[in-house]
């Protein structure tokens, strides 16, 4: 396949698959942090004004939402580094990286690097 050198000779381009819960964690996590960053500058007043001059807008706009794309981006690259684990750990029983123990075990990143 034309991509299989794009990731290494090593690895066949099925292998990007395995990593399907990093996208879905990521979009779910930037999502409902990004709502929720949302009420929370509203309720505290943490918001751009229109004014006549120069802004446009009808209503108040949150300033926070980049905050929740944050977790969002925070939130797939543990889930990408914890896959990159379980995959180099469990090689040979299996090949994906498991959904249960990802949503029910911390994440021991420090231990993993010591």
Known sequence: MMLDNFIGPERPFTWVLQFWPVPVFSF????????????????LG???KPDKLVKTHKGSIAYLGGVGILVG??????TGIYCL???SSARSSRN???IRSLSTKPIMLYEKAM
Not at 28 to 43: D, E, G, M, Q, R
């Open 28 to 43: 779910i996590s930037a999502l409902v942090a990004t709502l929720l960053c949302k009420n929370i500058a509203l309720k």
């Open 46 to 48: 943490i918001v751009d």
């Open 96 to 98: 994906s990286c498991d």
């Open 85 to 87: 684990g379980h995959q």
């Open 73 to 78: 981006l925070t939130v797939g690259i543990i």
